[in-house]
């Protein structure tokens, strides 16, 4: 899967001159938390979050009254207060590329570009939604939670156990063990078989089961 597969295409944008107080309205009504900001010749320029905004809006606290801080936030522009560096990522780099991106570089969205021009974002919203996703959470099923050997032909001898029993494969997920490299931790959701069949089928296998749950 690729980032183009999952972007928003033509994202919601602010130019570098939009005051904070549009931005933010801008920014409310299309429910968005970020958005890029472009220069007169569509480029580029930033991008701007609403903790932004709303860092840059006054304090409840103020002794301003409402015409005053109206007033403050119509000549406050977003080049004011934008991210110029901007962390961004192709439109056909892998889906795992761009979280790995977001996460090194603690940011939540990533514009997305074609050469130099920006054709969408991909946020961690569409991320986590990918997630859910692969781990079937929309689909009951038994969630199987294994460690194993990280060994050749160890996931088809799982994969084929469940089988074995008519058991149906909803979602697999692979994670490194953080104390032994040599083994994994599988998170798989099976239907169609019964919690005890799943575990008896277990049984015969090289893993060792931390737990089986309806989900």
Known sequence: MRVKDRMTLDPVAVTPDTPVSEALN??????????????????????VAEKDLLYASPSPAT???????????????????????????????????AARVMVDNSVGALPVMHDDQIVGIITETDI???LMEMMGARREGIRLTLNAQ???????????AIAAIGGDIISLG???????????GLVIKVCCVTKEALLEAMKGLDVSVVRAEIA
């Open 26 to 47: 801008v920014m409310r009504q299309a429910k968005v938390r970020r958005m890029p900001v472009l220069d007169k010749h569509g480029r580029l320029a930033g991008i």
């Open 63 to 97: 002794s301003l009254n409402v015409y005053e801080i109206g007033y403050l936030l119509s000549k406050l522009k977003i080049r004011e207060i934008m991210t110029r560096d901007v962390v961004t990522i192709t439109e056909d780099a892998p889906l795992e590329e």
């Open 128 to 130: 986590f939604k990918v």
């Open 150 to 160: 990280d060994r050749p032909g160890g996931l088809a001898s799982i994969s084929g």
């Open 174 to 184: 692979v994670f490194q063990d953080a104390e032994h490299e040599s083994f994994v």
